[in-house]
């Protein structure tokens, strides 16, 4: 079993994650269960997860006191006389204890250690939980003396896992800024959202031997400047994309090149010209996975008027392409589309109409069991147009 702290938006997280291992369930308001994985979970190939751990223990308490108690016990007695030095990293969710606190644990532990033979680093921290940055730079959950212990609590009970590792937020960040090609008047798809569009688009397949997914094919009809299609590419998919813009279509190739030539990435891809709403797309089509026109941006909410306008064309747009989609996928086809919803002063959100409609345009919605399917939303607190996930079946 697998314990998963999840992102700033935990909704789309676990969305994720059930999509890609099935058997999955909330543990807290921010972490997940994964129960019966087929393989360790790779949290570099989850964009909604921050951290992963295999659960050692689950206790019968949530009481600091009597859950510190145990851990020392636990781990004086397994690494006693080790060879090599351990480093670890304390990190505790959902109690109500100071940094001060957790640390004390560590150095509870690192005495009783140095008794038995045993040196131990102890990370400091000066929050109860070490960031994922942290984490990351100390190659926690690593290697057996690089331990990062995940300490959750419950409704009743809490968690001890050991990490398997903390999402490289500074791999993310340098390959979607060190493209040669951007644009930011077409939007600017982070690319762990478009991890976690494709893996919700590809489900189980993710976790299929790089042979085999690299035989499937992941279509992208709004291709832009071809984020999707480069994080379709490095999780091992084949990668087809659209767009009606020839500049586009020219910054996704110089994109893919370079991606190909900086991350030795080995499946095939293709992009061409082509309005979304009209495209024959060649075949075969594994899934399809694309952020929609999204409209104009805004700074502030817009007036009622200038609402209607922008949620109109927009929805005709998606609808025109939606229908054209659905005429050429094959039954049981997923597809993840990302489209606009606006917010309101209130906080509050106004979706497409289409949504309401989904079999008018061929498809019906996916249902997940951990979260409602409608309920999928992407955005910053101080954005308007937010991106709603619509996770579509044909």
Known sequence: MYIALLGRQPELSIAELERVFTDVRWFSSRTALITSPKIQPDIQRLGGSQKIGRVITTLNTTDWRRVSDAIVKHYTQEWAGADGKITLGLSAYDFTVSPRDVQKVGLILKSKLKQRGTS???????????????????KLGLSASKVELIIVKGRHETVVAESCGAQNITALAARDQGRPRRDAFVGMLPPKLAQIMINLAVGPSALATNEERSALTVLDPFCGTGVLLQEAMLLGFSAYGTDLSEKMVRYTTENLEWLERTAHTQVTWRVSEGDAMDTHWKQPITAVASEAYLGQPFSAPPSASKLTEVQGNCNHIIGSFLKNLASQLEPGTVAVIGVPAWRASDGTFTHLPLTKNLAKYGFTRYILTTVDSAALLYARPDQVVARELLILTK
């Open 120 to 138: 131990l680093r102890l990370i400091p921290n000066q929050d109860a939980a070490l960031s994922t940055a942290t984490a990351h730079h100390n």
